[in-house]
């Protein structure tokens, strides 16, 4: 019996975009999720590209903004795009954008009130792939890619399992969120004081333990113009952080470009190409 | 003294997606739009794509979600978006999506409480291109599309101001307006018993009196799964128009798809050609 009900679904260059929900036993809630299935996937199991949003984000925004589905159509790549948090009203909230639903920093929350549903990590590391792997025309392989605080949930949850991914990016990523407003303040309230915990979410840190003899491909795009690049980004500290580790990784700067979905749009297809090269 | 202010801006594929807001002396409003300028605008004046937009839409739905800045910036084609009808507190408006405030038709209304500030036609037509060709470096060449209510504005603009546009084209347009309940409320409020009125405001009238011998460029897609073909897009009409008429329309009937962006999105990048190829 099907784990997932179907809320909405679209033909969309000649693939099909819809949503779905389940229950998650990880988050204890009912979540939604959208799948890309190019229309390759009729004939043949195709390779999975997760995106991980940003803060406030649900799984419709990137599927609305980037144009993703053109190129993905193209390489045969599907797409799934999980909520950013738990959801519901049992779940724990706050009246800030940068901590509760919307804000769930692909982590395990150790801290009341957030441990019961916030354990986003789990969830997309494990549960959401075992899902997709049942219910659809998908094979194994995966990569993953994401924006803001899901550009550091890709990074960290691709440098934690290098051997279940083919290859991570990020666009405008929050690459040091141990050392930022952010971070600190969302893994103080999730993470507790052990600092230990949040050194495992921070991916400059984990890039420090990584073994650079075999590196996972990597590729992150920043926009000079990002109005959070100084305070809460920081691309720098992972270059160099990769560059002290001898680990490969590609850097674009992109001048004039800002933090929003219009700068993802002017180069996900590039992104695309770049997991399709180690999808297939 | 520019006429216009900027709302916001954004870098995007090489180009500039902005908003703007200006007074509008037809529609007797403050009104916003959207212009997406492609990188060529920095070295020349280019021609503009004009895109009306459907029920309940504002300048920002076509920007934000039919991934049309992409091949816009590789064909050199300015894009202008403006809002579905006057708006503000002082402007009539009714509870319905179908009439009043985010439902202008694209038409002169004559009746009350409506005149005061629907007149969309004459904005669209005349005040609209005057602001952008003082404002922006375009050119005088034009070319307009659209979508549902917007796919009739289109072709009523370009089907009554033929020497104003290099080409028209529509996504699941209104064909038939007079005949649909869509079409029948809005000008019976909006233009009252004068059914020669209406005619002037419904594509397939205005083609069976069009000039078959210069014919306008014209395209339409339309969805053979959208939930509106059969009671309110009758596309079957035009077709049926232009046979009577001789005059030459290309009509494309996609499979499977329906009336979302998602369809607008998997052809844009078609119409956008069309559009170029007789733009420049």
């Given at each position: 019996m099907s784990q997932i009900e179907l809320v909405s679904e679209f033909k969309c260059f000649e693939g099909r975009q819809a949503h779905y929900k389940h229950q998650s036993k990880h988050l204890n809630c009912s979540m939604r999720f959208g799948i890309f299935l190019p229309p390759q996937a009729e004939v043949a199991r195709v390779p999975v590209l997760y995106w991980l949003s940003g803060l406030t984000?649900?799984?419709e925004n990137f599927v609305q903004k980037?144009?993703?589905q053109r190129m993905a159509a193209e390489l045969g790549v599907a797409i799934v795009t999980p909520d950013t948090s738990p959801r519901g009203e049992n779940v724990a909230d706050d009246?800030?954008?940068?901590?509760g639903q919307g804000a769930g920093f692909y982590l395990n929350a150790t801290q009341e009130p957030w441990k019961?549903?916030?354990?986003m990590y789990d969830y997309v590391v494990e549960e959401l792939p075992e899902l997709i792997e049942a219910e659809?025309?998908?094979?194994?392989k995966r990569s993953v890619c994401g924006h803001s605080m899901g550009g550091m949930g890709a990074l960290v949850v691709a440098l934690r399992n290098t051997h279940r991914y083919q290859a991570v990016s990020a666009f405008?990523?929050?690459?040091?969120p141990t050392q930022v407003p952010w971070g600190d303040k969302a893994f103080s309230h999730y993470?507790?004081?052990?600092k230990s915990l949040w050194r495992l979410q921070d991916p400059c840190e984990l890039l420090s333990w990584a073994d650079a003899s075999q590196p996972l491909p990597m590729l992150i795009e920043q926009g000079?113009?990002?109005?959070?690049?100084?305070?809460?980004?920081?691309t720098d500290a992972i270059a160099l952080a990769a560059q002290k580790k001898g680990y490969p990784i590609t850097i674009n700067y992109r001048s004039?470009?800002?933090?929003s979905y219009f700068f993802i749009a002017s180069f996900i297809d590039s992104h695309l190409k770049f997991h399709a090269e180690h999808l297939y």
């Open positions: 984000c649900t799984d980037a144009g993703a009246p800030n954008y940068d901590l019961a549903h916030y354990r659809f025309k998908v094979n194994k405008s990523p929050i690459v040091n993470l507790g004081d052990d000079s113009d990002d109005q959070f690049l100084k305070e809460q980004l920081k004039g470009y800002d933090h």
